[in-house]
Each structure stands twice: as structure tokens, then as C-alpha cells.
Nanobody, 133 residues
Framework: VQLQASGGGLVQPGGSLRLSCAAS????????IGWFRQAPGKEREGVSC????????YYAASVKGRFTNSGDNVKNTVYLQMNTLKPEDTAVYYC???????????????????????????WGKGTQVTVSS
């Protein structure tokens, strides 16, 4: 499995960015894609996760209402639309995949608890997001 994150950059506070995560090298239909970020001196934290089976999403409290996670199963690509960006959003953003065997009917209740670095099986290289004036 290969994951390629892109779309990072420098943006002013209040601005927007859209990150993309292109996944390849797998045939599995049910999986979770997560966005994580790591700022200097801090632990990697979960930002948002999405289920491929039904599109259920989870958002960390710090980004809820500002970020939107969406997926295109045809392109095997997940997008993280980030609006109203704040300086504290500055970090390296990673996308990752979890292949834990969760039944589709359980995806909605699982996406939140599963959105943790320890539950991810594959990681892409990060993309830097810097929010600064």
C-alpha cells in the first residue's frame, strides 16, 4: 500500500488549504483513512478519519466545524478541506490507512475510536502546513 499526501503550503490565518491523499497498491474495499498531524515537540495526533464503506467521519474537537474530510472511492483519494486555519494548525500532516476488519455496519461507531496512530497500518510521507502572517 502506498499513500501520497499533497497540498500543504504556507497560508495566512483565516485562509484555506485542501490536502489530498492518494492511495494505491491494494484491493481491499473496507478501510479507514486518517489524517494526523505532528507539530515540533508534540506527539502525533489524530485530526480526522473517514470510513471507505459508508463515508462516516470523525473529527478532533480542535478542527470540528473547520475541516471537512471526504473521499472519492473511484479515485482512491481522500481530501481534507481545511478552512479558517489558525497558527496552531501548523504541523506536518500525514495520511494513514487502517485495515482493521470492521464490518460496514459498524463503521460509524468505529471511526472515532479507531482514529489513533496506533491503529494505522500504513503511512504516507507528510506534507507541511504552515499558518502564519
Amino acid at each position: 500500500v502506498q499513500l501520497q499526501a499533497s497540498g500543504g503550503g504556507l497560508v495566512q490565518p483565516g485562509g484555506s488549504l485542501r490536502l489530498s491523499c492518494a492511495a494505491s497498491g491494494f484491493t481491499r474495499k473496507n478501510y479507514f483513512i486518517g489524517w494526523f498531524r505532528q507539530a515540533p515537540g508534540k506527539e502525533r495526533e489524530g485530526v480526522s478519519c473517514i470510513s471507505s464503506s459508508d463515508g462516516s467521519t470523525y473529527y478532533a474537537a480542535s478542527v470540528k466545524g473547520r475541516f471537512t474530510n471526504s473521499g472519492d472511492n473511484v479515485k482512491n483519494t481522500v481530501y481534507l478541506q481545511m478552512n479558517t486555519l489558525k497558527p496552531e494548525d501548523t504541523a506536518v500532516y500525514y495520511c494513514a490507512m487502517s485495515t482493521l476488519p470492521v464490518a460496514p455496519e459498524d463503521a460509524a461507531m468505529s471511526v472515532g475510536p479507531l482514529c489513533h496512530p496506533l491503529h494505522m497500518d500504513y503511512w504516507g510521507k507528510g506534507t507541511q502546513v504552515t499558518v502564519s502572517s
